[in-house]
């Protein structure tokens, strides 16, 4: 089958798979990802192992897909701040995908990243939860899980609501 007829369909991102992982390893190393804290960051990392438990379909194009196979053999979408916000909002094909929203949108399961002054993002947050007034994140690279977002000091933050994944059709009819 020619590439031009790879045909997708859309499957359910399980939230409550995502967060349970995120409550399972926000303190430790899941031992099948590589630990990214040493060599700059492994908050990325995290946030796409958290969304690859509620939606198990990696994206498997070399250059702008998302997907982890080794340290070595992984997309920049997959341990990359920018990269995985490429990938996740302009996403058509397999693996997860969302948009932008405002942050009064944000359910467990989506995805915030922070920004200094210069809208340089450098840091991915996953949302596993809510308090009165706050969002409750987890992370990696400084370990947390139902940290309050106002701990963190950032200028800017864009958040992403993830809206579900898609998984190449095994026999698409033509």
């Known amino acids: 089958m020619?590439?031009?007829?790879i045909?997708?369909?859309?499957?359910?991102?399980?939230?409550?798979?995502?967060?349970e992982y995120a409550h399972k390893w926000a303190y430790k190393r899941n031992p099948q990802f590589y630990d990214f804290s040493q060599i700059g960051g492994?908050?990325?990392n995290f946030v796409s192992q958290c969304l690859y438990a509620g939606c198990p379909y990696m994206n498997f194009n070399k250059d702008v897909g998302w997907y982890y196979i080794s340290p070595s053999n992984r997309a920049a979408a997959w341990s990359g701040v920018e990269y995985?916000?490429?990938?996740?909002?302009?996403?058509k094909e397999a693996g997860i995908y969302g948009r932008l929203c405002e942050s009064k949108e944000l359910s467990v399961g989506d995805v915030i990243q922070l920004a200094n002054s210069k809208y340089n993002y450098y840091h991915t947050l996953f949302v596993c939860g809510f308090s009165p007034n706050e969002i409750l994140v987890a992370a990696h690279s400084y370990?947390?899980?139902?940290?309050?977002?106002?701990?963190?000091?950032?200028?800017n933050l864009r958040c992403i609501k993830i809206l579900g994944g898609r998984k190449q059709q095994e026999n698409p009819a033509y």
Do not use: G, Q, W
């Open 2 to 5: 020619s590439e031009n007829h």
């Open 7 to 19: 045909k997708y369909e859309n499957v359910t991102y399980d939230r409550i798979k995502a967060a």
């Open 42 to 44: 492994d908050c990325t």
């Open 84 to 91: 995985f916000y490429k990938f996740v909002v302009n996403n």
């Open 143 to 155: 370990n947390a899980f139902m940290l309050p977002l106002s701990s963190y000091h950032y200028n």
